[in-house]
């Protein structure tokens, strides 16, 4: 199984803050990851799917990029909403695997 | 407007069984694979199951391999995983999601999700 490691687990930022998430996959997965968003209580959104194409209606301060291993999302500018969980995912191979999250916190 | 609404949680006794459902809409439904992913309380986001838009192939994780079963009616717009010998470990939210296949290869997103139902197992 492909496992994704995100980092970090935790994060406190400000308002107006860019801020970066890291995934890395213990294999190659080309462009193969996607990116979803979770608020308490909610069920995932879908932000960013194969690495870097933005979702319908996702706000263009989110970001993804890279390829082979490594892997992030950006966001340029914190707003309150985006205080969440966020997940990475791999879709290259079967099992998919999701990382731990990261937490994003209001400094 | 793309809606998923799951069905059939509840508490569960170790051992026991539960159905659970999605019911979808405002989408074909039949051109989609659909999936299930739970999330444990407090915990992250594990995929559970896969089935392709015809029914044709099925996955499984392997922590419920054999006694999980994903299934399909595309004429009542419903996905199904029924869920046998559960353990305590299988307490969790439940989600369905609608799969995306992009186009080129090994590329596949899931773009709407259900609200979730909880599955509580205990005696």
């Known amino acids: 199984d492909i496992q994704m490691t995100q980092s970090p687990s935790s994060l406190s930022a400000s308002v107006g803050d860019r801020v970066t998430i890291t995934c890395r996959a213990s294999?190659?997965?080309?462009?193969?990851i996607n990116w979803y968003q979770q608020k308490p209580g909610k069920a995932p959104n879908l932000l960013i799917y194969?690495?870097?194409s933005l979702q319908s209606g996702v706000p263009s301060r989110f970001s993804g990029s890279g390829s082979g291993t490594d892997f992030t999302l950006t966001i340029s500018s914190l707003q309150l909403e985006d205080f969440a969980t966020y997940y990475c995912?791999?879709?290259?191979?079967?099992?998919?695997?999701f990382g731990q999250g990261t937490k994003l916190e209001i400094k | 407007e793309v809606q998923l609404v799951e069905s059939g949680g509840g508490l569960g006794q170790p051992g026991g069984s539960l159905r659970l459902s999605c019911a979808a809409s405002?989408?074909?439904?039949?051109?989609?694979?659909m999936n299930w992913v739970r999330q444990a309380p407090g915990k992250g986001l594990e995929w559970v199951s896969y089935?392709?838009?015809?029914?044709?192939?099925?996955y499984y994780a392997d922590s419920v391999k054999g006694r999980f079963t994903i299934s399909r009616d595309n004429a009542k717009n419903s996905l199904y995983l029924q869920v046998n010998s559960l353990r305590d470990e299988d307490t969790a939210v439940y989600y369905c999601?609608?799969?995306?296949?992009?186009?080129?290869?090994?590329?596949?997103?899931?773009?709407?999700w259900g609200q979730g139902i909880l599955v509580t197992v205990s005696s």
């Open positions: 999601e609608r799969v995306v296949h992009c186009s080129s290869t090994s590329c596949s997103f899931f773009d709407y």
């Open positions: 089935i392709s838009s015809s029914s044709t192939t099925t």
């Open positions: 194969a690495t870097s």
């Open positions: 405002g989408f074909t439904f039949s051109s989609y694979s």
């Open positions: 995912q791999q879709s290259y191979s079967i099992p998919y695997t």
């Open positions: 294999q190659s997965i080309s462009s193969s």
